[in-house]
């Protein structure tokens, strides 16, 4: 395992394409977990000569951030059942 340095981790932030290894150590998900997700075409990524995967910094964030991954709140899901009561919906 590489070991990324403080120099490196701010030069990650900066970035609008990671490589694997950046995507890990930007997220703190494991490498086999982001093959993973390329693999079964999860996520957006850009292949260079069929061998370095990269990734757009935004993909990553909208990936993590998606609405599929939130986990509401009790106050949101009672508030989200009264309405519903409410609409009859």
Known sequence: M???????KEVIK???FM???EVVEFTGLSK???YQMTH???IRFYK???RRCFFKK???????????????????IENQA???IVTGG
Do not use: A
């Open 2 to 8: 590489k070991i990324i340095n403080k120099n490196q």
């Open 14 to 16: 900066e970035k609008d």
């Open 19 to 21: 490589t694997i290894p």
């Open 32 to 34: 086999h977990f982001w």
């Open 40 to 42: 079964r075409k999860r």
């Open 48 to 50: 260079l000569n069929d």
């Open 58 to 76: 935004q993909d990553v964030l909208d990936f993590i951030f998606n609405e599929h991954n939130l986990v509401k709140s009790q106050p949101e």
């Open 82 to 84: 009264l309405s519903k």
